[in-house]
């Protein structure tokens, strides 16, 4: 769900496995900058003001993982939000002859979801979420240069809208992975930063043991 710590726990996943971390928006941002064939079908999209379509979505991500960066492995970020977005993420994983090994579900009350993010800011140029920091600080994470703001969807009313669109859009891809077959996993996502880092390694440890 939005504020379960994806992004956090995300960074320090693929930290301590040593391969890259990739999210829609740093992949879609990236493509568009480079002026990639996906990238450039995306800003047709988005210079309409229209939403960029699954097709071109999954293309972008499927441009990264094809990336030698990205060769051994990717922790992918809240990639996949509906289950039409987990069809056409089987497919790519097929064309590039890659695997998907586990699926990491963030287990979080919607109470806590609410009271987490409206404690939230994030920094407007990487994108790292904070808490306890003031609109307009300066970003502490060295070399980005740039600021801390609060966003318009962290805020309250905000935040029950985005969960009510997670129940009805998101919630259905969990059942699509358990019927999948993929090692899939849920991670108690309440609690210190370090405990939950634990959790998710301890869980990607049994993904391993179940997958070989």
């Known amino acids: ?7 956090t726990q995300g960074e320090r996943i693929a930290d301590r496995l040593g391969v890259p971390k990739v999210a829609t928006g740093d992949v879609l941002r990236a493509a568009v900058r480079d002026g990639t064939e996906m990238g450039l079908a995306a800003k047709s999209f988005m210079d ?15 441009e990264a993982l094809a990336t030698p960066e990205m060769a051994n492995g990717v922790v992918l970020d809240g990639v996949v939000r509906t289950v039409p977005q987990a069809e056409g993420l089987q497919k790519v994983f097929s064309d590039l002859g890659r695997t998907l090994d586990c699926v990491l579900m963030f287990d ?26 003031e609109s307009g600080q300066p970003c502490p994470k060295p070399g980005c240069g740039g600021v801390v703001v609060r966003r318009m969807d962290d805020e309250p009313e905000a935040i029950r809208m985005r969960m009510r669109a997670y129940r009805g859009q998101t919630e259905p891809v969990v059942a699509w992975y358990r019927n999948d077959g993929t090692a899939f996993v849920q991670v108690d ?3 210190g930063v370090d405990a939950i880092t634990q959790r998710v390694m301890a869980s990607l440890d049994d993904c391993r043991k179940r997958s070989g």
Do not use: F, N
């Open 189 to 191: 996502a309440v609690g």
């Open 48 to 62: 309409r003001g229209a939403l960029v379509p699954d097709s071109v979505i999954l293309g972008i991500v499927k």
């Open 1 to 7: 769900p939005p504020g379960a710590g994806k992004g």
């Open 108 to 133: 979080i009350a919607d109470d806590e979801v609410v009271r987490r993010l409206a404690a939230r800011t994030v920094c407007e140029r990487c994108q790292t979420p904070y808490t306890g920091m």
